[in-house]
């Protein structure tokens, strides 16, 4: 399916959920700038002033402090994404009337975030590659709720799945479905402003923020991404960061946490770096540091 294609759908009903969902890694909000220890499931976190999402960058010798530390990757041996195909859902009435971002910026920058040097140091683990971007949809005939909740992605994503709209989870390889929400709602997850986990049925899944700036979505986005691609299960790569989070097979350490909040910018797209253990660094290769 064409990336350049907006492709709007007829109807779209969402059900209760019957499941509940796995462990996730969780994107969060706070008003500190510091790398902390995470008390609730989830891993990736973006931290805030005065309830924005993004922030002012904390200083590099974050990356240094954390080697001294003794950060170190664990693997868990289980699911990685060596070739990620993902498939973009644009969620809400609201991406029919051009926003800002639009969702064509936001698929310029993810498409670029894919195809150039940024995946490139994932080979460290276990051979993670780069990614495609295999198709979008606009899906406007509904919107999340103010306040919405992970089964409500879950939910939608199923029934996309059921009506045969979008690809299922066996139709294309390694897929994973990345909701992005329209300005305006928050999730039921105090703080969270994105995610990624697996709610069964083999669909693999993250959910993005959006405050109304192409820089936020894509700095979430780019964190989710390479946290899927190496932990979309919760067995494959963790992390233990010491005074930070610890590889847990329910509250989530990811190679995205202990490098939050430090952004650079790859092929002009803003990003965010990740934990490289064989550089004990965090690192976004192709990068020029976005002060």
């Known amino acids: 399916m064409s990336t350049d294609e907006d492709k709007p759908i007829a ?7 019957s499941q509940p969902t796995s462990a996730r890694g969780a994107v969060k909000i706070t008003s500190q700038n510091t790398l902390q220890s995470q008390s609730q499931s989830g891993s990736g976190i973006v931290r805030a002033q005065g309830g ?3 922030v002012p960058l ?3 010798n974050l ?35 051009n926003p800002t971002p639009s969702a064509d910026d936001i698929t310029k920058s993810v498409a670029s975030i894919m195809a150039g040097p940024y995946m490139s140091a994932l080979a460290q683990y276990r051979n993670v590659g780069s990614g495609t971007l295999c198709g979008k ?30 690809p299922g989870p066996n139709d294309v390889d390694q897929l994973l479905y990345c909701v992005i929400m329209p300005v305006g709602v928050s999730s039921d997850q105090s703080n969270v402003i994105g995610e990624h986990f697996s709610p069964g049925e083999d669909i693999l899944c993250a959910w993005v923020m959006n405050d109304g ?17 190496t932990n979309p299960q919760g067995d494959g790569y963790q992390i233990d960061a010491p005074g930070r989070c610890s590889a847990s097979p329910i509250n ?15 092929n002009g797209v803003v990003v ?20």
């Open 252 to 266: 989530w350490c990811e190679i995205g946490d202990v490098c939050e909040g430090i952004r650079d910018t790859v």
């Open 58 to 60: 904390p200083p590099r």
């Open 272 to 291: 965010q770096e990740y934990w490289s253990a064989r550089d004990s660094a965090c690192i976004a290769p192709g990068s020029n540091v976005t002060n």
């Open 137 to 166: 949809i606009l899906v406007t005939t509904s919107d999340p709720q103010m306040t919405f909740s992970s089964d409500d992605v879950s939910n939608l994503l199923k029934d996309l799945i059921n009506m045969q709209t979008v």
């Open 52 to 54: 924005a999402v993004m």
């Open 11 to 17: 109807s779209q009903v969402t059900k209760p959920s």
């Open 213 to 229: 700036t192409l820089d936020s979505v894509t700095t979430i986005f780019s964190h989710e991404l390479v946290e899927a691609c």
């Open 63 to 97: 990356a240094s402090q954390a080697t001294k530390e003794g950060v170190n990757s664990v693997d868990g041996g289980g699911l990685v994404l060596t070739h990620v195909s993902v498939y973009l859902v644009y969620w809400g009435s609201a991406w029919a009337q």
